[in-house]
Nanobody
Framework: QVQLVESGGDSVQAGGSLRLMCTAFEYNVKDTCMGWFRQAPGKEREGVAGLYTNTRDTIYPDSTKGRFDISQDNARNTLYLQMDFLTPEDSAMYYC??????????????????????WGQGTQVIVSS
């Protein structure tokens, strides 16, 4: 059974940094498409970083580009999200996501929820002003 376990969420002051981690079980992070999403109360879940792990192609929305960095460590089978210059608008539950490798290979990174099949339970980030 595939499991994605997030960690690293915390309470931090505006301008600070956090590094989230997603450790995968019964799933190889290099096969192939993974991402990070967040959901704040009253808002839809949105993609904040996507990674096509075969080629390390990445995609970010304007809201996180230049501040967030998604990466992988194949040896540790772990996905990371480095978040810098955090603002209160970044406060949300953050989820790790992975695509079923039995589906069509996208060939590129994606921020679409429907492209992913496996989800972690989330780790909470709170940014205070």
């Amino acid at each position: 059974q595939v499991q994605l376990v997030e960690s690293g969420g915390d309470s931090v002051q505006a301008g600070g940094s956090l590094r989230l981690m997603c450790t995968a079980f019964e799933y190889n992070v290099k096969d192939t498409c993974m991402g990070w999403f967040r959901q704040a109360p009253g808002k839809e879940r949105e993609g904040v970083a996507g990674l096509y792990t075969n080629t390390r192609d990445t995609i970010y929305p304007d809201s996180t580009k230049g501040r967030f960095d998604i990466s992988q460590d194949n040896a540790r089978n772990t996905l990371y999200l480095q978040m810098d210059f955090l603002t209160p608008e970044d406060s949300a539950m953050y989820y790790c996501a992975a695509r079923d490798p039995r589906r069509l290979d996208l060939g590129y990174a994606s921020l679409k929820r429907t492209e992913y099949d496996y989800w972690g339970q989330g780790t909470q980030v709170i940014v205070s002003s």
